[in-house]
Structures are given as structure tokens and as C-alpha cells.
């Protein structure tokens, strides 16, 4: 487990969009054995607040910066292309800047040779603060338009740790975005544990084995939750499971009622409080899990 002085993070994400991760990250949350706040990574859609409803008191506007040329001090080297992961700057005989691309690393700056670029702010969204009773709440929201969701999600995490100060996060139930992608993994660096949330379907669990293949490649324990139990074929999703010597460390099973709550907007555990006993149950497993 985490320091004393120092917030215990579960990442909720998938392989695959619409497998129910928002479902367990928010009941998650809700159970959590201690001091709880739910940190929505996803902030391409953001979804977690429908069903939480928190009350929001401040939010922030996020902005995050961008390279400037300076056309004068330019050689046209290239190397702020060459640099570039996300093509965000090109050498159009001198360097032009596409700000929705940049993810704000840093690296065309660093390694200019002619320290010909500057830096400017771009707004890129938002971060709401709040709280739900005694749960804390903080979501990221992307601007429409923009495509780099990375910054932002940083921000959330770094907002999320600043939490710890004021004794509301003590456990932290970061909701990632689907798939296995940079958003996935920035929601998911520096975790404790990453609870991956998949189905019995083949796809699923196709999916899960990426996801679970990540989690071995960032070094994190990880662990499954299996929903819609019952409905295709769990095999499936075991045998991925056992191929990467994970544990499916509970079973939602497939429920109409589920099914319902969700639809109407409702948490899972609120409207199903048998599913409490459940959650809490998978808190300490993810706990004994992490410290072994």
C-alpha cells in the first residue's frame, strides 16, 4: 500500500468502450474504505458526474503551452520536426505550429539548436471541483476541438494529489478513457493498482489482453472486473486472464436491473445495495492484491 502521508490510486479503464467501466469507477468510489474521490480522466466525454450529481464550487480553466517561432533567430533546421512525436510543428520552409496537435513536452524547445522557439498558452478545456456528501469529485473537460486530452489529464491527476492535503482523497478512483492509448496511460501512470472492466464477448476479450499487456509494460498490479457475467462466454475472459497470470477479482453479474439503473442515470450501488457487500469486497482485494 501507498505511503502513510500518500493517496491509494486505482485507475478504472478498459480495452474497449461501453464494457461498464464508469459503472464500477463510480461505485468504487462510493465504497472505498476511507476519505474517497473520483477523478474522471475521461475528458473526451466525461461521464461520471450524470451519475454522481455533484455539487460543483469552483472550476478552472486549463490551459497548457505551445512552441512560438521566432522567424528571425530560425535556421530552418528541422529539428523541431524531426523531435515531435505528434506532429504538431512542420518545416514549411520555417516552422509552423498546429497548437491542437501539441501535447506540450517540451522537446522542439529543449533541443532547438538556435533556441529559436518560444512559448505561448493555449486554452485546452476545463476542471470542475466538487463534492458528492463525503465524496470529492474532480472531472477534466476537453474543448471541442481539441485532440492532445494528455495535458489535461495530467492536470486532473495533479489536482487529484493535491486532494491529499486536505484529507479528502485518501483513496483516489482515477476514471480512465477506453482503449490503450496515451489518455489510458498518462490516467494510469504513477497508480497503485489498474482495475481493467471487460465483458464476455470476443471482443472483450481481445481488448483485455491489450489492456493487460500495457498494465505489464507500465509495471502496474492489475486486476479485472467482470461484467455482464453470464451473458457470452466467461471462458474466454479467463483464459486471457490466466495467460497473463491476472485475477478476475469480481463477477457483476447480467442483470436487467443494472441495466436500468444505469439508463435512468442512477449509481449501481444506490439503486442495487446488495452490490455494496460486493464492492467492498473488491476494495480489499485490490488492497491484499498490491501488497503482495
Known amino acids: 500500500m501507498s505511503a502513510p502521508d500518500q493517496a491509494f ?3 478504472v479503464a478498459s480495452g474497449k468502450g461501453g464494457t461498464g467501466k464508469t459503472t464500477v469507477a463510480t461505485s468504487l468510489a462510493l465504497t472505498a474504505p476511507g476519505p474517497a474521490l473520483y477523478a474522471d480522466c475521461d475528458v473526451e466525454e466525461p461521464n461520471g458526474g450524470l451519475f454522481l450529481q455533484p455539487v460543483i464550487d469552483r ?6 503551452l505551445v512552441p512560438t517561432v521566432d522567424a528571425e533567430r530560425c535556421a530552418g533546421c528541422g529539428t523541431c520536426q524531426e523531435v515531435c512525436a505528434f506532429n504538431a510543428i512542420h518545416l514549411l520552409g520555417k516552422p509552423v505550429v498546429f497548437p491542437e496537435h501539441c501535447h506540450s513536452c517540451g522537446a522542439c524547445i529543449e533541443l ?6 518560444g512559448e505561448r498558452k493555449v486554452r485546452r478545456g476545463a476542471l470542475a471541483f466538487g463534492r458528492r456528501n463525503g465524496l470529492a469529485f474532480i472531472e477534466g473537460r476537453l474543448d471541442v476541438g481539441q485532440i492532445a486530452a494528455s495535458p489535461l489529464i495530467r492536470a486532473v491527476r495533479q489536482a487529484a494529489d493535491a486532494q491529499q492535503n486536505t484529507g479528502a482523497g485518501r483513496y483516489v478512483v482515477a476514471d480512465a478513457s477506453p482503449g490503450v492509448a496515451c ?5 494510469a501512470l504513477g497508480a497503485d493498482y489498474l482495475l481493467l472492466v471487460t465483458e464476455p464477448t470476443p471482443l472483450g476479450a481481445h481488448d483485455l489482453d491489450r489492456a493487460l499487456t500495457l498494465g505489464r509494460t507500465m509495471g502496474l498490479r492489475t486486476g479485472i472486473v467482470l461484467n455482464r457475467s453470464g451473458s457470452g462466454d466467461d471462458a474466454l475472459v479467463e483464459e486471457v486472464a490466466a495467460s497473463h497470470g491476472a485475477a478476475i477479482l469480481a463477477r457483476l453479474p447480467f442483470d436487467r436491473r443494472i441495466a436500468t439503473a444505469y439508463a435512468e442515470g442512477r449509481l449501481l450501488v444506490e439503486a442495487c445495495p446488495e452490490f455494496e457487500e460486493q464492492f467492498a469486497g473488491l476494495w480489499k482485494a485490490i ?4 501488497q503482495r
Open 183 to 187: 489518455p489510458v496511460m498518462t490516467a
Open 287 to 290: 488492497i491484499e492484491e498490491k
Open 59 to 64: 472550476q478552472e480553466v486549463f490551459e497548457s
Open 112 to 117: 532547438c539548436p538556435e533556441h529559436a522557439l
Open 9 to 11: 490510486v486505482v485507475t
